[in-house]
């Protein structure tokens, strides 16, 4: 018996890559969620929106929307990683669960509307108004699933749950632009 090995590459090094951006990236979602401005009316103001944009902007659909998995995953099972510390199926299917979903929706949107394939591409090559047009279409994706959820699971009409959202979407907005102005701030510094 000789003592050689064959190296075989189970995983290669791209997935791997991709694999520990995503991971990173639902840490730094998680993190971010923690600044968090408890609101009456139990819907907090966050600054998570940045992960579902930076995951979608950065990693594409398939990695963007598998950040924002592992995060949504990670607070399903105990960890305090959603807005003010919170956790736990009940807080994933509570009021503003739907938003938590939508941040999903929007990783994915946004990644598929930037890279338009599975992989992501040099974002030097996608114009900041496909950007910017992105990621707010991203945002409507987080109101589209969130509020109809918020609506449902709070006994509300659709009409006073979108009532309720409405002051949050400006600063949305502003959030959406800033995430653009980031990244695009860090790619110009990659040159």
Not at 66 to 75: K, S
Not at 88 to 112: E, M, N
Not at 139 to 146: D, R, S
Not at 157 to 167: C, D, F, N, T, Y
Request: net charge negative; charged share 10%; hydrophobic share 55%.
């Amino acid at each position: 018996m000789t003592g050689e090995h064959e190296s075989v590459d189970l995983v290669g090094d791209g997935t791997v890559e991709q694999f520990a951006r995503a991971v990173l990236l639902a840490a730094l979602t998680a993190a971010l969620a923690q600044v968090s401005i408890p609101l009456p009316g139990g819907v907090p103001f966050s600054l998570q929106h940045f992960g579902a944009f930076f995951a979608g902007l950065l990693l594409g659909p398939l990695w963007g929307g598998f950040a924002l998995l592992v995060y949504i995953l990670a607070g399903a099972a105990g960890a305090p990683v959603y807005s003010n510390g919170g956790a736990g199926l009940g807080y994933l299917f509570g009021q503003t669960g739907g938003f938590l979903f939508g941040f999903l929706a929007c990783a994915v949107v946004v990644g598929g509307l930037v890279h338009r394939r599975v992989e992501p591409r040099d974002l030097a090559d996608v114009s900041i108004a496909v950007q910017v047009a992105a990621v707010l279409v991203g945002l409507v994706a987080i109101y589209l699933v969130g509020v109809p959820w918020m609506a449902f699971v709070a006994g509300l009409p659709l009409e006073r749950a979108a009532g309720v959202m409405a002051p949050f979407f400006p600063p949305d907005v502003l959030k959406a632009l800033i995430a653009v102005a980031v990244v695009r701030g860090g790619d110009l510094l990659r040159r």
